[in-house]
């Protein structure tokens, strides 16, 4: 009996031993990829900072980062890459990062490859709902409208009028840009419960803020310093009616001093 018993024990140790590097590189894999969506905000923003993506992540109800994106094909392309999704609370704090893929596939005779840092703003209740789903598929609803910036103060302002979402894209290769039309996006469940040690859904992350990674601090961190909103002007308070004037400011200048007559 006793011999039986340490038998399972010493089984039950040796299965602990085999799971925990897995879990731990499952983790460190998850923490790569929120250290490049920090260096991706960093990337995209700009520096000096871009005002117009400054202003979009000033109105951002949550931002979808995609540090590196590939699209490579010849003959038959696709592109696809890793995301995380932050969602913003009514007091202006950014959430823990859930973990979402980018996908899908592309025709045509092409040859070159392409990495592409994405930063999506999305800016209405509406466009963060529709990205809680299991799986989105952008392009596909004629509710949810995507714009992606092109470049200038004009462009931007052009792209945003009636979008859920706006995409800001930093590109290398040899490819002119990323189309999103038809890009499916997915949560992945895997990568959420490796990073968090449990089992976790988006919204739980994101909306109701269950949870803390200190790994993502900086992250958050760098979308405070970005996407905090502006600070409103100072209210101008007006006297009473019927209050004094107020008083002139004193004089400013050297004092001289002037002898007095000596009294009589």
């Given at each position: 009996m006793r011999y039986a018993t340490a038998i399972r024990a010493t089984l039950c140790l040796l299965t602990a031993a085999c799971l925990l590097p897995a879990t731990a590189r499952a983790q460190s894999d998850q923490q790569a990829l929120v250290d490049r969506a920090t260096l991706s905000v960093q990337e995209i923003v700009?520096?000096?900072?871009?005002?117009?993506?400054?202003?979009?992540?000033?109105?951002?109800?949550?931002?979808?980062?995609?540090?590196?994106?590939?699209?490579?094909?010849?003959?038959?392309?696709g592109q696809g890459g890793s995301c995380v999704l932050l969602a913003r609370d009514g007091a202006g704090s950014w959430s823990d990062p859930a973990f979402y893929s980018l996908g899908s596939g592309s025709f045509g005779f092409q040859v070159g490859i392409q990495d592409s840092a994405l930063l999506m703003a999305i800016l209405t209740d509406k466009g963060l709902a529709s990205v809680m789903d299991d799986q989105l598929k952008l392009g596909a609803s004629a509710d949810l409208a995507i714009a992606s910036y092109g470049g200038g103060a004009e462009a931007a302002t052009t792209a945003a009028i009636g979008a859920d979402i706006i995409a800001f894209q930093k590109s290398r290769g040899l490819f002119a840009g990323i189309s999103l039309s038809g890009s499916i996006v997915a949560t992945d469940t895997k990568a959420n419960n490796a990073y968090y040690g449990k089992p976790l859904a988006a919204r739980q992350i994101t909306m109701q803020m269950e949870v803390n990674n200190p790994g993502a601090d900086p992250l958050r961190a760098i979308l405070m310093r970005y996407g905090a909103p502006a600070a409103a002007p100072a209210p101008r308070l007006d006297p009473p009616p019927g209050a004094p004037p107020p008083a002139s400011p004193a004089p400013t200048g050297a004092v001289r001093s002037q002898p007095l007559a000596a009294p009589r």
């Open positions: 700009g520096n000096p900072p871009d005002p117009n993506v400054v202003d979009f992540l000033r109105k951002a109800r949550g931002v979808m980062v995609c540090p590196r994106l590939f699209k490579a094909s010849f003959l038959l392309g």
